[in-house]
C-alpha cells in the first residue's frame, strides 16, 4: 500500500483550505486518523460503552475485555516483557509526570543529579525541574554542539556515580534526529542511574523495543500515531512500577479502603484512578493494528525518503536556513526563511492550503542554542507524498515574493 492508497484512508485530509486540497505537515504535533480508529471509537460508543473493572454485565465485561486487550496490543508493540508493564495515561506529558513526581522523588536526594539535553520538549525538562526542587537533586545537562546534537562522549562525561536519573527523547521533535538511546542506557546502568525516554516522536515513526532499547521507562502519545487524543503509555520496568507511589487516588485503583488508610491495586492499576480513557485504549489498539499492518519498517524508510527529498529541495532556495544536522533526519525538516517570523511564514503557507507548525515547539531552551525565538516546522507521516512537499516548496516561493525575502 503507498502513501496515496494509505491517504485515501484518512476522512479529514479530503477536503480544500482557502480552495486549496489540504497539504498536512503538522504530523509532529498530531496525526490524523485513519477510517478504522474512528470506526472502533464509534462501535465502543454505539455498542459496548460501560465502565471498566466494576459491573457484571454483558457490556462491562466487553469494555474490559476491550481496554485489556488495548494494554496487551501496546506490550507487543514496544516489546514489553508483559502487559504489566503498560500504564495508561493520558499522554507521554503525563507519563513522564508520573515518572518525575512519583519514582525521581523516591530515589533522589540531597545533591544527587538528573541528567538531561537542553534538546528536550518542554515536557521532558519541566517535569524533572520539579522534581530537583522537590529532592534538592542539581539538574545536569549534556553539552549540545552548534548543530544542536550531543556525542555519546559528552554523555558519559556528564552522567556521575550521583546521577540516578537520565532522561532523553529518542527523537528530537524540533531537529528530527535519532539520539544513541541504548549507549545511553548502557552509560547510565554503569553508574547505578535509569534512562527514561521520551518516544512521542518515535513510537510512530520507528520499530521500538524497549527492551532491546534497555531503557527503563518509555513515554509517548496516541494522538501522534493515529489513535485519539487523550490516550497515552508509560511503559515501566515491571520492578520499578511495583516500587512506585500512585501520584492520583481515588476509585478504581484502590484495593481496600478504611476510614485512616487505604492499600492500592497492584501496577500498573494503581496508576489508573478513575474511570480510564477507554475509547482512547481502543482507539489505540485500532491505530497499532493499523500501524503494524502497513509495517513500522516501511513506515520509517517512507518518512526517511520524504524527508531527505524536502531537505534536498528545501535548501535549494535562497535565504532559508534549515536547522540541526545534515542527515538522519526523521519525519520533520525545521526551518526559517530570512526575516520573515515563522508565524507569518506558516500564515501564508494555510492560504494555499498547507498546515505547518511555527512558534518554539515547547523547546525554548534549543531555540535559544540556535539564537531563535521561532521556527516553522514541516513533519511528514505516512499519508504524505512526494505531491505533498512540491506543494510546500511552491508555497514557500510564494510567500518569499509575498514579503520580498
Same mark, same amino acid.
Given at each position: 500500500m503507498n502513501?496515496?492508497?494509505?491517504?485515501?484512508?484518512?476522512?479529514?485530509? !479530503?477536503?480544500?483550505i482557502h480552495d486549496c486540497p489540504l497539504v498536512y505537515l503538522d504530523s509532529a504535533a498530531s496525526a490524523?486518523?485513519?477510517?478504522?480508529?474512528?470506526?472502533?471509537?464509534?462501535?465502543?460508543?454505539?455498542? !459496548?460503552?460501560?465502565? %471498566?473493572?466494576?459491573? %457484571?454485565?454483558?457490556?462491562?465485561? #466487553?469494555?474490559?475485555?476491550?481496554?485489556?486487550?488495548?494494554?496487551?496490543?501496546?506490550?507487543?508493540?514496544?516489546?514489553?516483557?508483559?502487559?504489566?508493564?503498560?500504564?495508561? =495515561? #493520558?499522554?507521554? =506529558?503525563?507519563s513522564l509526570n508520573? %515518572?518525575? $513526581? $512519583? @519514582?525521581?522523588?523516591?530515589?533522589?536526594?540531597e545533591g544527587d543529579e538528573i541528567v538531561l539535553s537542553e534538546m528536550e520538549h518542554?515536557?521532558?525538562?519541566?517535569?524533572?525541574?520539579? *522534581?530537583?526542587?522537590?529532592?534538592?537533586?542539581?539538574?545536569?545537562?549534556?553539552?549540545?554542539?552548534?548543530?544542536? =546534537? @550531543?556525542?555519546?562522549?559528552d554523555v558519559e562525561q556528564t552522567v556521575t556515580n550521583r546521577t540516578k536519573v537520565v532522561t532523553v527523547s529518542h527523537v528530537s521533535n524540533v531537529l528530527g534526529i535519532a539520539n544513541p538511546v541504548k549507549q545511553m542506557a548502557d552509560i547510565a546502568?554503569?553508574?547505578?542511574?535509569?534512562?527514561? %525516554?521520551?518516544? *512521542?516522536?518515535?513510537?510512530?515513526?520507528?520499530?521500538?523495543?524497549?527492551?532491546?532499547?534497555?531503557? !527503563?521507562?518509555?513515554?509517548? $502519545?496516541?494522538?501522534?500515531?493515529?489513535?485519539?487524543?487523550g490516550i497515552g503509555v508509560l511503559y515501566g520496568r515491571k520492578a520499578l512500577l511495583e516500587q512506585?507511589?500512585?501520584?492520583?487516588?481515588?476509585?478504581?485503583?484502590?484495593?481496600?479502603?478504611?476510614?485512616?488508610?487505604? $492499600?492500592?491495586?497492584? *501496577?500498573?492499576?494503581? @496508576?489508573?484512578?478513575?474511570?480510564?480513557?477507554? *475509547?482512547?485504549?481502543?482507539?489505540?489498539?485500532?491505530?497499532?493494528? @493499523?500501524l503494524e499492518q502497513i509495517g513500522l519498517d516501511a513506515i520509517a524508510e517512507h518518512d526517511r525518503q520524504l524527508t531527505r527529498y524536502a531537505e534536498e529541495q528545501m535548501k535549494r532556495m535562497e535565504h532559508l536556513t534549515i536547522y540541526g544536522p545534515t542527515e538522519?533526519?526523521?519525519?520533520?525538516?525545521?526551518?526559517?526563511?530570512?526575516?520573515?517570523?515563522?508565524?507569518?511564514?506558516a500564515t501564508v503557507l494555510d492560504t494555499y492550503g498547507v498546515a505547518i507548525r511555527a512558534g518554539h515547539h515547547c523547546c525554548q531552551p534549543l531555540m535559544n542554542h540556535f539564537n531563535v525565538s521561532s521556527t516553522a516546522r514541516a513533519s511528514f507521516y505516512l499519508y504524505n507524498t512526494r505531491e505533498d512537499v512540491d506543494r510546500l516548496l511552491f508555497a514557500l516561493q510564494k510567500t518569499k515574493e509575498y514579503f520580498r525575502e
Open positions: 502513501a496515496t492508497e494509505i491517504r485515501e484512508l484518512f476522512p479529514i485530509l !479530503d477536503q480544500k490524523q486518523k485513519p477510517i478504522q480508529v474512528i470506526e472502533a471509537v464509534k462501535r465502543y460508543y454505539e455498542w !459496548d460503552n460501560a465502565n %471498566v473493572h466494576r459491573g %457484571v454485565h454483558t457490556l462491562g465485561m #466487553r469494555a474490559t475485555d476491550a481496554y485489556e486487550a488495548a494494554r496487551v496490543a501496546v506490550a507487543r508493540f514496544i516489546g514489553a516483557s508483559s502487559e504489566r508493564e503498560i500504564v495508561f =495515561t #493520558r499522554g507521554a =506529558t503525563s508520573l %515518572v518525575a $513526581s $512519583s @519514582f525521581a522523588r523516591m530515589v533522589c536526594s518542554h515536557s521532558n525538562l519541566i517535569p524533572w525541574q520539579q *522534581a530537583a526542587k522537590a529532592s534538592g537533586a542539581v539538574l545536569k545537562y549534556i553539552p549540545l554542539k552548534s548543530d544542536g =546534537t @550531543f556525542s555519546i562522549e546502568h554503569k553508574k547505578g542511574a535509569v534512562l527514561v %525516554v521520551d518516544g *512521542a516522536q518515535s513510537a510512530p515513526h520507528l520499530k521500538v523495543n524497549v527492551r532491546e532499547m534497555d531503557c !527503563d521507562f518509555y513515554a509517548f $502519545s496516541g494522538h501522534k500515531m493515529c489513535a485519539p487524543t512506585m507511589e500512585p501520584i492520583e487516588f481515588g476509585g478504581e485503583m484502590i484495593d481496600r479502603v478504611g476510614l485512616q488508610d487505604a $492499600s492500592w491495586k497492584e *501496577a500498573p492499576w494503581k @496508576f489508573e484512578g478513575g474511570t480510564p480513557i477507554i *475509547a482512547g485504549a481502543i482507539g489505540l489498539s485500532a491505530a497499532i493494528r @493499523f538522519g533526519r526523521v519525519g520533520l525538516v525545521t526551518f526559517n526563511m530570512g526575516q520573515i517570523h515563522s508565524h507569518d511564514v
